[in-house]
């Protein structure tokens, strides 16, 4: 596994956003459906040991994905993405919140508002995501989740499953 594969995180409260800027081993189709398609986010989304879960996926403007984050212990944590832009290959965006299994929101929890591109650099692809916040307490209560530390080890399980070629 290639171990010289570009990661910046940076946190800036002042706009109430997240930016992670991340490279993968793999074209930027590969990565692009590793990204859209539920089968594939099933095996690498979640930071181990936990587990991702879909419920529902319906990838298309307009369309959610509602997934559940499954720990060890088969506790259940669910979320929701509602799709708002799709440029195949190139960008999605989405609000993300957290729910309940069947999809209600649950407002005393952050929302965000991600806006997923990815550049083409030949046999390697960066995916930069753009996440923002309607206020700063949403922001740092994801901070305090340990989302950079949840998120970074998701891309180190997307980063074997590259290699492995099983995607």
Not at 16 to 30: D, P
Request: aromatic share 12%; charged share 30%.
């Amino acid at each position: 596994m290639r171990t010289d594969l570009a990661l910046d995180f940076s946190v800036n409260k002042e706009n109430k956003t997240i930016t992670i800027k991340r490279e993968f081993a793999a074209v930027r189709a590969i990565v692009w459906e590793a990204f859209t398609r539920a089968e594939i986010l099933d095996q690498w989304w979640a930071p181990k040991p936990w587990k991702a879960k879909t419920k529902s996926m319906d990838f298309k403007e307009g369309g959610t994905w509602l997934y559940a984050m499954v720990g060890p212990n088969g506790e259940e944590h669910w979320s929701i993405c509602e799709y708002a832009i799709i440029k195949p290959i190139e960008r999605f965006t989405g609000k993300d919140g957290f729910t309940d299994a069947s999809g209600k929101l649950n407002t005393e929890m952050p929302r965000s508002n991600w806006d997923m591109r990815f550049i083409d650099k030949g046999e390697i692809t960066e995916v930069q995501y753009h996440i923002s916040y309607d206020d700063v307490a949403q922001l740092e209560a994801t901070i305090q989740m340990g989302f950079k530390e949840g998120i970074t080890m998701a891309m180190e399980n997307l980063d074997e499953l590259l290699v492995s070629g099983k995607k």
